[in-house]
């Protein structure tokens, strides 16, 4: 499974279900995908058991904001976020435990602060409002931010986690922390693990949706500006090698010399399915300013969804806006998350 660059960005995205024609087609595919994913990002390594470490706790009106360490594979540790809603009036919390979602910052040198601490930058608090509905939110700094920048380097670089795995990728490294994330939110006896979400923004709106397509226990996703194909894009080095110091896929550098792409995004986003799914661009994003691309994408995966008999477990928002999580796009995720998450809907 390999495609010519440039006859993409003249043609468009490869048919997301070209010769599929029943689902039992589709799961033969899907394996094919996972399999060539794998292959570019690297192995997901056996995960040490969930050990929750509580470090400091800050009560806020209506909830609280636990300072957590965490273990992850090969001996590192995540720093996060763990908020918990406050005790109802009772001082109860519900019987079946709370919904819970893994909150996944953007590119920002602060990491988990960028949305888990109020006030902050316009438009990032995501962990804190979807705590005030109700939710436990674990909030991890992802490799290279926030307290996981390497001594002497500035945010977003991954020299140094290359020089230790020089064969495995950051993408590999952040989805093997963030399944860690959901061990630990499953650990937790106040937690609904049959109701945990992930959602994030840009880096973390990617990172949201790698993580649903490799772990099923991840119930629903919204990812806002992270959908980003190779087809169309003017800057598909951004997924290699590249001036800017942070590497996602090394292996895929090698590939996009000889003008060839081993996959496209809308093939990896749909490892998801039939996970319910929310998805939301701005077409003047200037980040991702390919926006017929993304479109066209999220039409083959609305097609598929389709095929599974799923259609209203998938939904695509495009605005005219900027890279961006909008607050009434933001509203709207939140209570697509409720539907899935509180409800069980089916």
Not at 56 to 80: C, F, I, L
Not at 185 to 193: C, E, H, N, T
Not at 209 to 228: E, P
Request: net charge negative; hydrophobic share 40%.
């Amino acid at each position: 499974m390999a495609y010519i660059l440039s006859q993409l960005n003249k043609t468009g995205l490869p048919p997301l279900l070209a010769g599929i024609a029943d689902k039992t087609q589709w799961l033969e595919k899907r394996t094919q995908i996972r399999r060539t994913w794998l292959e570019y990002i690297g192995t997901l390594p056996e995960r040490p058991p969930a050990r929750l470490r509580y470090v400091s706790a800050t009560e806020e009106a209506g909830y609280t904001r636990h300072r957590v360490e965490y273990d992850t594979a090969y001996g590192d540790t995540v720093p996060a976020y763990l908020l918990v809603p406050a005790p109802l009036a009772d001082g109860s919390r519900p019987s079946s435990g709370y919904p819970a979602v893994m909150a996944l910052h953007p590119t920002h040198e602060i990491g988990k602060d960028d949305i888990a601490i109020v006030p902050g930058r316009p438009n990032r608090g995501y962990a804190v409002e979807l705590v005030l509905r109700g939710y436990v939110v674990l909030a991890p700094d992802a490799l290279t931010a926030g307290e996981r920048i390497y001594p002497g380097y500035p945010a977003f670089d991954s020299t140094a986690f290359y020089e230790a795995h020089p064969e495995w990728s950051t993408v590999a490294k952040n989805a093997t922390d963030h399944m860690q994330g959901i061990d630990v939110l499953a650990s937790l006896a106040f937690v609904d693990r049959r109701a945990i979400g992930a959602i994030g923004h840009s880096f973390g709106g990617y990172n949201a949706y790698f993580l649903a397509g490799l772990d099923d226990r991840i119930r629903a996703v919204v990812s806002s500006c992270g959908f980003s194909p190779f087809a169309g894009d003017p800057h598909p080095d951004h997924w290699g090698y590249r001036s800017y110091p942070y590497t996602h896929i090394p292996k895929v550098s090698a590939d996009l010399q000889e003008d060839r792409v081993p996959f496209d995004f809308h093939e990896i986003a749909a490892l998801c399915a039939p996970v319910p799914f929310f998805n939301y661009a701005g077409q003047q994003d200037a980040i991702f300013p390919h926006w017929r691309s993304v479109a066209e994408g999220m039409g083959e995966l609305a097609k598929l969804y389709g095929l599974l008999g799923r259609e209203d477990r998938f939904r695509f928002y495009l605005g005219e806006g900027k890279h961006d999580f909008p607050e009434e796009i933001r509203l709207l995720a939140y209570r697509f998350l409720d539907r899935w998450l509180k409800q069980e809907g089916e």
